[in-house]
């Protein structure tokens, strides 16, 4: 593999060799672009982006959503010396809303779309009151649709490996998206790092449905492939999420030895395969599978490689990985070849500077990881305190990086800067995580997502895992979260579920997830509220903070009042007439421990979320009151006070 300088003596070396794009849009739709005719066409496309004023420097925002014309405009880009900033389209108002911020906050910034998007930025702009940032935008973008051929070719610009190549901004829509600045440099010593950590060669074929807007879909699975001199093959995002079995249809079809997928592209295609037997698919040439972009799910490993067997899908060929944009991309890889390793751990020891406790996977406290490996080459990884004093081995903590290909700091922003970057030059990813003896990373969750309650932390995947142990939830539907009141000292635990019918049928799923989440973790769940839409990022990940900021900020408030009043038509309230002593004696000291008198004589401890710690409360006002009559354990087994004082009747002297 050749070592270039920078990504545009890549593509210039590149152009020599017999090696192309395929781009597909359907199952008989697809065409085929060399990487000569790529640079011929960028170098063209440049000459328009000159000829409306644009220079070495300038920032061009490239916001559409075919596959080619994406690249050849981030092509013409790099080739000129313009920094492309490369956003998603999206479908809602959070994204038309980031693309305006994303645009104010650049120096000297211009946009490249479609007419069609425009028009949508437009109705945006008016029914937010942005006139003045419109008239600006509209002055500076250029419209793909009115490119024309010629044969015109722009000035190639002599880029340096220290130049910012281009901006990566933050895939979520939050109020202020951060800018991650990468260097030529910073990404031909990432993807170098990659192409020797999964051992590529001039023969491999690659296949993605990532987004180009996302740092897997762009670096890892177009930049890469050019400058590890690979064919590569291009899906779009939404034709995976129409037609998932698509993916390894065209993988087979096409001898790709290397594709990807974060947690929710496999259960997309598991869900869509179903039981159904695909004829003449062969994935023996498959040798790398990524697995990466969010917290890996051991479970969809397992179900993934297990449907996929008899279509010669090799275990060995699954790549869990660790990565992000600040990285360039890639931060961890396993060894290639190896089947994948995975660790079980004991959920009550997990806190931030906690000695992971490993477990056997079928103890009910265990909770599955994916060991990611070691370092790729030259980054270095350690794991902090708060403080960011390293931890041993085993210690769960701060994940930090460092090394040549993690950038230099974010865009305009010396606020994140100092949060993010130590007096030493290590950069703080916001992940959790740990290392083995053998300095492999695992990792557990974001430390923004950890949930405090009970004096310990639990991860918001967790809690989502153990409610999805219900038959009536899937996975994407269900999101956990914890809201710090004001001066509160403990997160309140928030569920959200994906439900589009009647609150009056949510009333029961609602319940059932209450119980069962408090049984098996000892949580109280605070809420379990119906949401319309679960927000994600372009690739698939969870928002779990907007949904919590919302609950917050009283957005709930009208839904769980209704629920509240429905929960309580629907709940046996029963007084203290016609209960026998023991029945009435535990409702009042039930009462008297909860600090309210809501709690019914026939209502289950569980589906009205007391939490174990509350149970434990209880009992010991029980065992004051009938001295060695009950077990802690006999609460969740006799779950109303009726039953309680049943069984406590049956047990008394003369029963």
């Keep these: 593999m ?40 960028a170098s063209m496309l440049l000459f328009d982006f000159q000829e409306t004023g644009m220079r070495a420097g300038d920032q061009l925002i490239i916001l559409h959503k075919n596959n ?17 900033v490369p956003v998603a389209v999206g479908i809602n108002d959070e994204h038309r809303g980031k693309l ?70 933050s895939s979520g829509s939050t109020s202020e998206p951060k800018g991650v600045m990468l260097s030529h440099a910073n990404i031909i010593n990432n993807l170098e790092a990659i192409a020797a950590g999964a051992n590529y060669t001039s023969e491999d074929i690659s296949l993605s449905w990532m987004p180009l807007t996302h740092d897997m879909g762009l670096l890892g699975f177009h930049l890469n492939m050019i400058v590890a001199g690979m064919s590569q093959c291009l899906m779009p995002t939404d034709l995976f999420s129409r037609r998932p079995l698509l993916w390894m249809e065209k993988v087979s079809e096409c001898k790709a030895t290397v594709t990807c997928s974060p947690n929710f592209g496999y259960k997309h295609y598991l869900k869509a395969l179903g039981d159904k037997t695909l004829d003449g698919l062969d994935l023996s040439r498959l040798r790398v599978i990524y697995n990466g972009a969010e917290p890996i799910s051991v479970e969809l490993c397992e179900q993934f490689l297990s449907a996929m067997a008899k279509y010669k ?147 918001p995947h967790d809690i989502e895992a153990v409610a999805l142990q219900l038959p009536e939830l899937e996975l994407g539907k269900v999101v956990a979260c914890g809201v710090r009141r004001d001066r509160a000292d403990a997160d309140e635990l928030i569920l959200f579920v994906l439900f589009r019918a009647g609150l009056a049928d949510f009333v029961g799923i609602a319940r059932d997830i209450t119980r069962h989440v408090n049984q098996q973790t000892g949580l109280e769940v605070c809420h379990v509220i119906p949401v319309q839409r679960i927000p994600k990022t372009t690739s698939g990940k969870l928002q779990r903070r907007l949904l919590g900021d919302g609950y917050a900020q009283g957005e709930y408030d009208a839904i769980l009042a209704q629920l509240q009043l429905l929960l309580s038509e629907q709940s046996q309230l029963t007084g203290m007439t016609g209960l026998t002593a023991s029945a009435q004696t535990i ?60 069984f406590i009747d049956n047990k008394l002297p003369g029963a």
């Design 100 to 169: 305006f911020r994303i645009f104010n906050k650049l120096e000297r910034p211009h946009l490249y779309t479609s007419e069609d998007t425009l028009e949508r930025l437009q109705r945006y702009a008016e029914q937010h009151n942005l006139q003045e940032s419109l008239a600006v935008l509209r002055h500076k973008t250029l419209l793909a649709n009115l490119i024309h051929a010629h044969g015109q070719r722009g000035r190639i610009h002599n880029a340096t490996a220290a130049d910012l190549c281009f901006i990566q901004f």
């Design 313 to 459: 899908l090799r275990r060995n060929t699954l790549f869990t990985v660790y990565g992000l944009a600040e990285a360039t991309l890639a931060v961890a890889f396993p060894p290639v070849g190896q089947e994948y390793r995975k660790v079980f751990l004991d959920r009550h020891a997990m806190r931030l500077g906690d000695r992971v406790r490993i477990i056997s996977h079928d103890d009910p406290n265990a909770v599955g990881f994916a060991i990611e490996g070691r370092a790729v080459r030259d980054m270095q990884v350690k794991i902090t305190a708060q403080d960011n004093h390293s931890l041993p081995a085993f210690a769960i903590g701060q994940v930090q990086i460092k090394g040549p290909s993690v950038t230099h700091g974010y865009y305009l922003d010396e606020e994140s800067n100092r949060q993010a970057l130590t007096a030493e030059g290590w950069l703080n990813t916001g992940d959790l995580g740990f290392l083995t003896e053998q300095h492999e990373l695992v990792i557990t969750g974001r430390h923004k997502d950890i949930i405090f309650a009970n004096g310990l932390n639990y991860y």
């Design 68 to 84: 080619q014309t994406f690249i050849e405009a981030f092509w013409a880009c790099v080739l000129g010396g313009i920094i492309p």
């Design 2 to 41: 050749s070592h270039y300088p920078t990504l545009s003596a890549a593509l210039l070396d590149q152009k020599q060799r017999d090696r192309q794009i395929l781009f597909i849009e359907g199952k008989h739709d697809q065409r085929t672009l060399g990487y000569a005719e790529l640079y011929d066409r």
């Design 587 to 646: 409702l009042q000291l039930c009462h008297h421990t909860l600090q309210h008198n809501t709690l019914a004589a026939t209502d289950n401890f569980f589906e009205v979320g007391i939490s174990s710690l509350t149970l434990t409360e209880i009992h010991q006002r029980i065992d004051e009151i009938y001295p060695g009559v009950v077990d802690v354990t006999d609460l969740f087994e006799y779950q109303t006070v009726i039953e309680l004082a049943r």
